[in-house]
């Protein structure tokens, strides 16, 4: 009986050897295929992470460009912008400097500003002649009806000088001479003692004195004569004529 019990026992040895070379085996083979699984998740999670990597490096690639685009877009918008406003002033500015001649040309029209002389007056007379060397030769009183309107003055008669020298012949306005447009005046050279006689025409247009615009109402224009570069070269105004002034109220062109 010992004989066949060491038998058995050495048969369930012999088998419990086998199970655990087996299990063995078994637990290799697992060992073996978590480390191939770890292994091709570490392949698989590097390639995750390399994609990763260059969708972030494509996206911030893009983000930038679309910002550069977007800031782009801003510049020229506000150049655009920019450009807009200032054509929008310039529009406002001429349609307003059309607007207000339209304003004034319609004031004038509605009160009879349609023809180009509003008022017109003169004044002839003749004498034997005007030695004066500076001072006034003649004047005439004129109401002017608009405060915007051009005042035109033509004084025509025979001057002369009768030594060398230089005399002046101008207008004033309330005793001041133009300034807007300009000076209106004529001159008058001598350089023989031969009693030159010249008729002639002082003739200009005045919006404007030093003393400022000249409005509506009452005004006096006066002609002068003047030597201011030499000493008495003898000037005389109207010699043995027929001297006119005439003054004309203007419409301004519009």
């Known amino acids: 009986d010992m004989t066949s019990f060491l038998r058995q026992r050495r048969a369930r040895e012999q088998s419990m050897t086998s199970s655990l070379q087996q299990m063995e085996s078994k637990v290799q083979n697992s060992l073996t295929a978590i480390q191939s699984l770890k292994s091709d998740g570490d392949a698989k999670l590097s390639a995750l992470e390399a994609k990763t990597q260059e969708f972030k490096t494509g996206a911030t690639t893009k983000l930038n460009a679309l910002e550069r685009k977007t800031q782009e877009f801003k510049t020229g918008a506000t150049?655009?912008?920019?450009?807009?406003?200032?054509?929008?002033?310039?529009?406002?500015?001429?349609?307003?400097?059309?607007?207000?001649?339209?304003?004034?040309?319609?004031?004038f029209l509605g009160n009879g500003c349609n023809v180009k002389t509003i008022g017109y007056k003169y004044d002839v007379k003749y004498?034997?002649?005007?030695?004066?060397?500076?001072?006034?030769?003649?004047?005439?009183a004129f109401k002017k009806k608009f405060p915007q309107t051009i005042l035109g003055v033509s004084?025509?008669?025979?001057?002369?000088?009768n030594r060398n020298g230089v005399a002046r012949w101008y207008y004033k306005i309330d005793g001041q001479e133009c300034r807007t447009p300009s000076t209106v005046n004529i001159f008058l050279k001598q350089t023989l003692t031969n009693d030159r006689?010249?008729?002639?025409?002082?003739?200009?247009?005045?919006?404007?004195?030093?003393?400022?615009?000249i409005g509506q109402g009452l005004h006096t224009i006066t002609v002068h004569v003047a030597t201011p570069w030499n000493p008495n070269p003898q000037p005389y105004?109207?010699?043995?004529s027929t001297s006119t002034l005439e003054v004309e109220e203007l419409c301004p062109p519009f």
């Open 79 to 107: 150049t655009k912008l920019n450009a807009l406003e200032r054509k929008t002033q310039e529009f406002k500015t001429g349609a307003t400097t059309k607007l207000n001649a339209l304003e004034r040309k319609t004031q």
């Open 127 to 140: 004498d034997a002649g005007n030695g004066r060397a500076n001072g006034e030769i003649a004047r005439i």
């Open 155 to 161: 004084y025509a008669s025979t001057i002369r000088i």
């Open 237 to 240: 105004s109207n010699f043995q």
């Open 197 to 213: 006689h010249q008729p002639s025409v002082l003739k200009g247009f005045c919006t404007a004195t030093s003393a400022g615009n």
